[in-house]
């Protein structure tokens, strides 16, 4: 099991560094912070993140509160990222490995958190940080990276959901309307997805891969379209909701900056519109392909991240 290796390695580490480790718990607080959000994202239908969620509401909540008690002043992570203070607020900025950068998943992240909270390799490479890391005998200088969402663990993501999710069937629809085969749930799929959709290379002859367009959550249907290109794929414009801004105020509308709209995506030109109760429009210099509901937006004026939000739908 990960976690008891994650333990063993701690320990270790711990031990090396003649450092004390202390053991806690925080299994309730995901339940009912992380993890009940993200099964309701899905079974409304939404691709969730739930990395995001558990930083600002775990790692820089749950666990700095535990630290403070214990005495700490501040806590230290291994996120590749960097604060800065500047005219009086807590900046983020990108790690210096581009590769690694892990900004995008700190967005949420306040004043009070920031100030408590040391990025000590975010000035650093990761075969730098492992260099390092085997310079001081640490066990754990040659560790695989954890990649996936950590709850699943090796388990099929599909075997995973249905266990707390029911089933529920519908047709797999063309832009066009036509019925091209059967789906097990919308759950299963997110925009942009090609593999799983069992429908071959059909319909017009061509042989391209089907690709998920949109889900029609009323009529339980899920909406494919032939060929990485189509144009079904891309939109310039998308709303986003429950956005935060790291210096804790909204910036002067309306912004120009630059987005991502997954991880590891370079960064995209935009224009954030006015904020309103709703939410923020976001308007893309290029259109964006695969505008995914459930995932963030996340806003950047040059290495510096300013704050982002939850995607709610595409617009063209």
Not at 5 to 29: G, K, M, Y
Not at 156 to 172: A, H, K, V
Request: hydrophobic residues 35%; positive net charge; glycine residues 10%.
């Amino acid at each position: 099991m990960r976690a008891a290796e994650d333990l063993e390695d701690a320990r270790a580490v711990c031990e090396t560094l003649n450092i004390p480790l202390h053991q806690v718990n925080f299994t309730s607080d995901y339940q009912t912070r992380v993890f009940h959000h993200f099964l309701e994202e899905y079974r409304r239908g939404r691709t969730p993140n739930p990395d995001t969620l558990c930083n600002s509401e775990i790692k820089f909540k749950s666990f700095l509160d535990h630290a403070r008690r214990l005495g700490a002043e501040r806590i230290a992570t291994g996120h590749y990222a960097r604060t800065i203070m500047r005219d009086g607020c807590w900046r983020l900025l990108k790690g210096r490995d581009p590769a690694k950068d892990q900004s995008y998943f700190l967005y949420r992240l306040n004043q009070a958190q920031l100030a408590s909270t040391l990025f000590p390799v975010g000035e650093w490479r990761k075969d730098q940080v492992r260099a390092r890391a085997a310079a001081a005998g640490l066990i754990t200088h040659a560790k695989k990276d954890s990649t996936g969402i950590c709850f699943i663990g090796e388990r099929p993501f599909r075997e995973f959901l249905s266990r707390y999710l029911p089933m529920q069937p519908g047709p797999i629809r063309s832009t066009d309307g036509t019925v091209l085969g059967e789906h097990n749930g919308l759950m299963f799929h997110t925009i942009g997805q090609r593999q799983g959709l069992g429908i071959g290379g059909r319909r017009d002859g061509s042989g391209e891969p089907w690709y998920v367009v949109d889900k029609d959550l009323q009529e339980n249907s899920l909406l494919v379209a032939q060929g990485h290109q189509h144009p079904a794929l891309f939109h310039r414009r998308l709303h986003a909701s429950q956005v935060q801004w790291i210096t804790g105020h909204p910036p002067s509308f309306p912004l120009r900056c630059q987005a991502k709209i997954r991880y590891r995506q370079s960064d995209q030109s935009c224009l954030v519109e006015s904020q309103n109760t709703d939410g923020v429009m976001v308007g893309f210099d290029q259109p964006q392909r695969a505008i995914t509901p459930g995932q963030a937006v996340v806003f950047y004026a040059g290495n510096e991240c300013l704050g982002g939000g939850i995607i709610n739908r595409a617009h063209d």
